[in-house]
C-alpha cells in the first residue's frame, strides 16, 4: 500500500482553514479601525460644538471665555447625535457614551488636564471610550479610545 503524498489533502485543509481565520481577523480590526476613525469623528465635532458656547458678555468686553457648562452640554449633545449612526456596532447606547465621556472646558489661565500647564486661551476637551461590537457578540470585549481637543484662537 503505497502512502506518500497522504498528508496533502490534510496540509492543505489546515492551510485553508489558517487563512480563513487570518482573512476574519484581517476583516475585523479594518472593521474596528474604520469604526475608531468614526468615532473620531464625531468627538472632533463634538469639541468644535463646544467651542462656539462662548459667554457673549465677556465677548463683549474684549475677552474670550468659555460658558463652560453651555459647552459641556453642547459636547455631549453633539457627541450622542454623530455616534447615533453608529449604535448598531457599538455595545452601549450613544447616550451612555456621551453621558460617560470626560469632558473638560479650559478657559485661559485654567490647568490643562494631563500637563498641568495653564491654558492661554480657551479649549474643550473631550475623551471618549465606546464600547464596541467586534466581529459579532461572541468575540472578548473591545474599546474605542479617543481624545479630542479644540482650541479658540483669537481673529
Known sequence: MDERGAVSPLMALMMLVLASILFVMVLGLGQLRLLRMEVSRAADLAV???????DFAALIQGDLVLDKAAAEAAVRSVLEENLEPLAARLSAS???IAEGAEVVTLNVDD??????EP????EVWVEVEAPVKWLGEGIGPSTVRVVSRAVVSAP
Open 48 to 54: 468644535l460644538a463646544g467651542l462656539q458656547e462662548l
Open 94 to 96: 450613544p447616550a451612555e
Open 111 to 116: 490647568l490643562r488636564p494631563y500637563s498641568e
Open 119 to 122: 491654558a492661554t486661551s480657551p
